[in-house]
């Protein structure tokens, strides 16, 4: 090809639009680096990011969210601050973080409750909570109580050997109600003895397996309870309703005194129990309490059936009733002693599964005409009662809250007692790859690599090298 005067001012045209090109593109793509973010997390157990129960808790917080960090002057520890709110700040870009040193602005300091530096104030709307630890955890269980607006009291009935919400024992509740108040519930023994009425400001009452008969002037509280709009968590154990059957009667429920089994050793296998009377369940019916759980074993030890009354028979308030927990098929409802071999008798009354262990229950309340002085608990505009009722209580205990989703379990339960729908789908994740685990084979193996293979193999090749060396 002649190179003329004409074509080189077609290449050096071509060249310019080239070049012209190339600076727009680049320009194009520093704008849109700016307006648009892409991030992706690829840590096993996406440990960068938040979890999923975070996410969910922040995109249902509609009230501006504030972080801020009282420390000295540090700028590695203030980028580090930074990067931990940015993984709240992809989720709500309206979170702010703001750092305060806490020797030049003390008066500050003081009237938010800092005692002294590291301790950061989580700002939710006009409410605010000190914290002394940045894990996930601590912070979303902050929001969490500061989003229920205020502390939720609930009362659990005592005085007739009732589960002891307090006590450390395996048989007590205190691994749940110590989880419960870090989420903003306030629990409290209380006995109708000493005091003849169910507080106000309570959210709902709990009963838990009582073991000893109540009094006819108790159960008639806990009737006059319902009957205003109370809300109610019975947990009954069998072996008897120790006079509560005029509160089932109210609540168009039938308690049996039997025990549920399933003698599927297979099952009892995967389970990793021995028991027949631990039966799981993954059937959690209709209801918003287990819409997230669904698929999900929950484990019952010693628990009996519950069935609706008959309509012509019950002498209840009006009531929408539905099934909340339900066994396997192959389970049944034992009538007689639990004594060695067990098998399903149907001609000595046990009844096979699947068998309903739980319900819940609601019903309309009028509204009322002027607002009381005192704190409801209802959902809906305070208007709807809500129940729950379920044939066991050891599901609760230290010895079983840690089995499989008891623990999610229970706490959706107790929060749709208290009207806090919105924390129904908030459940604490962990990262899978926290711990590493190997089998006893793979242990051994591992060991003796370690510890014969590989300094055997570095004595020998040094041997080697050293008898090479000698012999030259």
């Known amino acids: 090809m002649k190179m003329t005067k004409t074509v080189h001012r077609i290449l050096g045209v071509q060249n310019a639009i080239f070049y012209l090109l190339f600076l727009i593109i680049l320009g194009l793509l520093g704008f849109l680096s700016r307006e648009f973010h892409f991030q992706a997390d690829w840590t096993y157990g996406n440990r960068n990011s938040l979890t999923e129960a975070t996410r969910s808790l922040l995109e249902q917080t509609d009230q501006p969210l504030n972080f801020v960090a009282y420390i000295p002057e540090d700028a590695m520890l203030q980028e580090q601050l930074r990067k931990l709110v940015a993984k709240y700040q992809r989720v709500k870009p309206d979170i702010k973080l703001e750092f305060v040193n806490p020797d030049l602005e003390p008066v500050r300091a003081k009237q938010e409750g800092i005692q002294y530096a590291g301790q950061m104030v989580i700002h939710l709307g006009e409410r605010s909570e000190v914290i002394e630890q940045t894990t996930e955890s601590v912070i979303a269980n902050a929001i969490q109580r500061m989003s229920r607006g205020a502390e939720r009291l609930v009362v659990f009935l005592e005085g007739h050997g009732e589960r002891d919400p307090l006590a450390e024992t395996s048989n007590g509740l205190s691994q749940f109600i110590a989880s419960l108040e870090r989420s903003g519930f306030k629990v409290q023994p209380h006995n109708l003895v000493r005091t003849q009425s169910i507080p106000d400001n309570a959210r709902f009452l709990v009963i838990a397996s009582p073991q000893k008969e109540l009094l006819a002037g108790e159960v008639e509280v806990i009737k006059n309870y319902l009957e205003q709009g109370g809300n109610l968590l019975w947990l009954q154990d069998p072996g008897g309703l120790k006079g509560l059957k005029p509160l089932a009667d109210l609540l168009g429920l039938k308690i049996s005194e039997g025990t549920v089994l399933d003698a599927n050793e297979q099952l009892h296998a995967v389970l990793g129990v021995s028991h027949p009377a631990v039966v799981p369940v993954v059937d959690y019916g209709r209801s918003p309490i287990a819409e997230k759980l669904t698929g999900s074993q929950s484990l019952f030890p010693f628990s009996t059936m519950i069935e ?45 599964g699947p068998i309903s262990i739980g319900f819940t229950l609601t019903r309309l309340l009028e509204q009322p005409e002027e607002s009381p002085t005192t704190e409801l608990a209802n959902a809906k505009q305070e208007r709807q009662q809500r129940v729950v009722v379920i044939g066991d209580s050891d599901f609760l205990i230290n010895s079983f809250i840690g089995q499989g989703v008891n623990l999610e379990l229970a706490t959706h339960i107790f929060n749709w007692l208290s009207a806090d729908d919105k924390l129904l789908a908030i459940q604490t994740n962990r990262a899978p790859d926290t711990q590493f685990m190997l089998s006893e084979t793979s242990s051994f193996i591992l060991a003796s690599f370690f510890l014969i293979v590989l300094p055997l193999s570095l004595i020998s090749l040094g041997a080697l090298i050293w008898f090479r060396r000698r012999s030259r």
């Open 308 to 352: 609706q009354s008959p309509v012509e028979n019950q002498q209840s308030l009006v009531w929408q009733t539905e099934e909340l927990l339900t066994t396997l098929p192959n389970s049944w409802l034992e009538s007689g002693t639990i004594d060695g071999a067990v098998t399903y008798e149907e001609d000595k009354g046990d009844v096979l």
